[in-house]
C-alpha cells in the first residue's frame, strides 16, 4: 500500500494587511505536507516573514483562512501541535547561560524539571556543542554560535513545525553553507514540518523541497518549483550543474518579479 502524505499547512486567500494603505499579503494560497522542507523566496518586503508570524500565529490574517493541523496557529500552539520559530536574531538572553537560555521554552511550557537536562543535552549535540559551552554566556560567543543556540532553543521543545525566519543571512558564506548542512541532517533525522523564509536562492535550493515564489508587495505565491534532489545533501551538490541550472532559472524568475 502507498503512503500518502498529510496536509499539515494550509491557507486559503489569506491575505494581511497592517492599515488601508499598508496591505502586506493578498490571495496567499498554498498546503505543505506533514514533514516537509519548503523554503519561501521573494523580493525584500513581499511579506515572507509576515507569513511565517502568521503560521506561528503571532498574528491572525486579515482574510482568508489558515490552518495549522486543522486548527488555527493560535489554537495549534495551545493544543498538541509544538511550533517553534527561529528569527533573524539569536534573540539569546545575555544574563543566561547557553543551558539556560535552551531551558526556556521547557519553562514557558511547563515541562517537568527531571526532563530538562536530557532535552537539553540532546539539543546541544544536534547542533554541534558540547557541555562546556553550555556554560557560556553568549559574550562569549562567536555569531555562528549563538546562531545555533538559537537552533538548539528551538528544537528543545521537539516541535512538529519548524519556522526559520532567515536564520543565517548575517554570517559569512562559508559558516551559513556549514549550518545548511547542519540543518538538513538534522532535518533528515527528526523531520518536522520546516518552512524557511530566505533571499538565498542557493540556500533555498540546497535545502528544500519545494520552493514557493513570492510576488512583490503585496506579497502572494506566484509559483512552486520542486527541487529533484534526494537526501541527504552533501556539500558536493553545490557543483553539480543541474543544481546551477536550478539556481539560474530560480534567479532570473526572481529578477523578473522584482521589476
Known amino acids: 500500500m502507498v503512503e500518502t502524505q498529510t496536509s499539515l499547512i494550509e491557507a486559503r486567500s489569506v491575505a494581511m494587511s497592517f492599515g488601508p494603505a499598508q496591505l502586506a499579503l493578498t490571495h496567499v494560497s498554498t498546503s505543505i505536507q506533514t514533514g516537509e522542507f519548503v523554503a519561501l523566496l521573494g523580493p525584500s518586503g513581499c511579506g515572507k516573514s509576515t507569513l511565517l508570524r502568521l503560521v506561528a500565529g503571532l498574528m491572525a490574517p486579515s482574510e482568508g483562512t ?35 537560555n535552551i531551558r526556556l521554552p521547557l519553562e514557558l511550557q511547563g515541562v517537568p524539571r527531571t526532563e530538562h537536562s536530557a532535552r537539553i543535552e540532546q539539543s546541544l549535540r544536534l547542533i554541534g ?32 513545525v519548524l519556522l526559520l525566519d532567515e536564520p543565517f543571512a548575517a554570517l559569512d558564506d562559508v559558516l551559513r553553507q556549514q549550518l545548511n548542512e547542519e540543518l538538513v541532517r538534522i532535518w533528515t533525522r527528526h523531520q518536522w514540518t ?9 540556500e533555498a535550493v540546497f535545502l528544500s ?10 506579497g502572494t505565491i506566484i509559483e512552486e518549483i520542486s527541487v529533484p534532489f534526494a537526501y541527504p545533501r552533501e556539500p558536493g551538490l553545490r557543483a ?7 539556481c ?9 518579479v522584482a521589476q
Open 248 to 256: 539560474g532559472d530560480l534567479s532570473q524568475r526572481l529578477r523578473g
Open 209 to 218: 523541497q519545494r520552493v514557493l515564489v513570492m510576488s512583490k508587495r503585496p
Open 129 to 160: 556543542l558540547t557541555g562546556d559551552d553550555s556554560r557560556k554566556r553568549p559574550r562569549n560567543l562567536s555569531g555562528g554560535m549563538r546562531m545555533r543556540v538559537s537552533l538548539a532553543r528551538a528544537l528543545v521543545i521537539q516541535p512538529d
Open 66 to 100: 489558515l490552518t495549522v493541523g486543522g486548527l488555527t496557529p493560535e489554537n495549534a500552539r495551545r493544543g498538541t501541535r509544538r511550533v517553534a520559530f527561529v528569527f533573524q536574531e539569536p534573540n539569546l538572553l545575555p544574563w543566561r547561560t547557553v543551558a539556560d
Open 194 to 202: 520546516g518552512l524557511f523564509v530566505t533571499h538565498n536562492v542557493a
Open 240 to 246: 553539480n550543474l543541474e543544481f546551477a541550472r536550478l
